[in-house]
């Protein structure tokens, strides 16, 4: 096998780096914002202890706070993207330090508004909005704040948890700058000797190549470099633990589940149906892992073979060809909806396309209304790059509709709306591919695809969500998390999840949790299976070509923040309130088995 060479950032055509100079012209442009920002925070405080004297007052405040927290997110935007892709630049991870300070000095001088909100009190401010249209733009906005009015804390108690919001991301920046930064992996070694560099852009390259050898060195490096670190990761990790802990309790939340979750509406039982669900059908992932040992043609299965390529025919697809079948997977979205996505994609240069030294391993979409809603991949040609670049332009489609759509105050939406968007795009793409092919080694492929992204969603995020949720129990109950009591956890959630067929070291498996930056986000993970559910409920409908289907899920993109994330998808056709849809969802997933399974059973010999 060839080494692979990962270029400099230098090295990377413009037209393939994120457009940088569409936020500010200059990094000098930004410092000028920045301290005008700072500046300008100042002017919150002529509202402080005023709101309560009218609408007039109350507006400008609003519209001051809105625009403070808008330019907040330009400059954060500008500041985070320049330090993802190179993680070693000094001049960006300086940047990244001011920012974060200023939004700490931000939820500093914002914090008085919710309280005052709350003692000026529901009937008079509902008085003011029947009185003066105009304010009752903020009406969901009110709503919202006074059914979590039992969780927000008197003025100068709001004010200390905003300052805290700075200190505190300490743990988050921590986590990454180790892993991306200053990790250094040893090289795979391939079967033919030759040496391949390990790094977060190429990892999952190499995890997803034929040579069994190479995965086999690669991942034991990777994992390895993990556990020389262990007990700072588990310290870090156990440390953001407890500060969700304080902040969940200092809001009076009887739990830290509830406190993540209530914010969006979102019951805490359907975390629970989730993981209830996903345990029943444990069963379903050990047939997959029979299937795939025997197409491998191997006498156990391992951990680094999970992504090994069922066939060797993998079609190589350069990023342009990408855009285009992922153009025509979309098109019963509308001419119009493509038109956006290509344009973005290929003139407006919302992507940032290459792996190059340095760059974050995160892929993601980013952005703030008023910016271009920027993509960060690690592209390698690869219909699984195919499938994250559709998931990404899931997210920035999200973000442009709503973006078009919503005032400044309904500008964002919940993670848990989030990650619908992003599956329903891969749905899409995926029946496209499927629909356009009759070779077997290509459906094969597609497949394969398919099943990493269900493996994903539906095996590692579930067990990622089961860990998480027993680490925050024990911590709730005063009980320490040493890096050894997180392994073996992870390690017995796994044993269950991959059954008798997968051979595994418990060490290496054990550390997996350390991997997932997902868990600096607290109940993050378990919104991966919520949203691909119903991604593949929404896709359904529009495949089908159920009435009003295209209308009813545009709406849902272009709802933001303005209704709860449950009642959004509702108004799309999808109730995640209930385990229907993961139900339905799995049963394609039974179904993509049992058609990979013939097509396996069709072929004379295995792969090895």
Request: net charge negative; aromatic share 12%.
């Amino acid at each position: 096998m060839s080494e692979k060479k990962v270029m400099q950032r230098n090295e990377i055509p413009e037209k393939y780096q994120w457009n940088a100079e569409s936020v500010f012209a200059t990094p000098q442009d930004w410092d000028t914002e920045l301290e005008a920002l700072r500046t300008d925070l100042k002017g919150m405080e002529q509202y402080k202890g005023h709101l309560s004297e009218g609408v007039p007052v109350l507006m400008k405040a609003m519209q001051t706070m809105e625009g403070l927290f808008m330019r907040g997110g330009k400059v954060y935007t500008y500041a985070a993207l320049a330090h993802e892709v190179d993680t070693a630049n000094q001049d960006a991870a300086r940047r990244m330090g001011q920012v974060m300070g200023m939004f700490g000095m931000l939820s500093a001088a914002s914090a008085f508004v919710n309280p005052e909100l709350l003692t000026i009190g529901k009937d008079t401010l509902w008085q003011w909005m029947a009185e003066t249209p105009a304010l009752k733009l903020y009406e969901h906005e009110f709503e919202n704040l006074f059914r979590q009015q039992a969780h927000v804390r008197s003025a100068e108690v709001e004010q200390l948890l905003g300052m805290a919001d700075s200190p505190f991301s300490g743990t988050t920046q921590t986590a990454a700058l180790m892993t991306d930064a200053d990790f250094r992996f040893a090289p795979a070694r391939g079967a033919d000797g030759q040496e391949l560099p390990v790094t977060q852009g190429t990892y999952e390259g190499i995890l997803t190549a034929g040579d069994r050898e190479a995965r086999r060195s690669a991942y034991e490096h990777y994992t390895d470099t993990y556990l020389a670190f262990k007990n700072t990761l588990a310290n870090n990790l156990a440390t953001y633990i407890q500060q969700n802990i304080f902040t969940a309790r200092a809001r009076n939340y009887s739990s830290t589940l509830e406190a993540a979750l209530y914010r969006n509406n979102v019951p805490v039982e359907v975390f629970h149906n989730l993981i209830e669900t996903f345990k029943k059908n444990i069963p379903t992932w050990h047939r997959y892992w029979a299937i795939r040992r025997k197409a491998l043609g191997v006498d156990s299965l391992q951990p680094y073979d999970i992504w090994a390529p069922l066939t060797t025919n993998r079609q190589k697809v350069t990023f342009e060809q990408a855009i285009e079948w992922i153009s025509a997977g979309l098109a019963p979205m509308g001419e119009e909806y493509v038109k956006t996505l290509r344009q973005g994609a290929l003139q407006d240069r919302w992507i940032d396309v290459f792996p190059n030294q340095g760059k974050s391993s995160a892929q993601f979409s980013a952005g703030i209304k008023g910016t271009f809603p920027f993509i960060f991949i690690n592209f390698d040609e690869t219909v699984f790059s195919v499938s994250t670049l559709a998931h990404e332009l899931g997210h920035s489609m999200h973000s442009y509709l709503t973006w078009k759509n919503q005032p400044v105050i309904y500008s964002d939406y919940s993670i848990f709306a989030a990650e619908v968007a992003s599956n329903f795009h891969q749905a899409m793409v995926r029946a496209y591919l499927l629909d356009h092919s009759e070779d077997p080694e290509f459906q094969i492929s597609v497949i394969e695809e398919a099943m990493d992204n269900f493996h994903r969603y539906f095996f590692i995020m579930p067990t990622l969500a089961r860990f998480e949720y027993e680490a925050y129990q024990r911590a709730e109950k005063g009980q320490g998390l040493p890096a050894d009591d997180l392994n073996n956890l992870m390690a017995d959630l796994f044993a269950e999840g991959y059954g008798a067929e997968m051979q595994f070291d418990r060490d290496r498996v054990g550390i997996t949790w350390a991997t997932f930056g997902h868990l600096y986000m607290n109940y993050y993970v378990f919104q991966y299976t919520t949203g691909i559910s119903g991604a593949n409920a929404l896709s359904r409908r529009v495949l089908a070509g159920k009435p009003e289907a295209v209308q009813n899920y545009l709406s849902f993109l272009k709802s933001g923040s303005s209704l709860y994330p449950i009642d959004a998808l509702k108004l799309a056709g999808v109730d995640l309130s209930k385990p229907d849809a993961i139900e339905e969802t799995f049963a394609v997933l039974s179904g993509l088995v049992d058609r990979l399974e013939k097509l396996i059973d069709q072929r004379k010999k295995p792969l090895q």
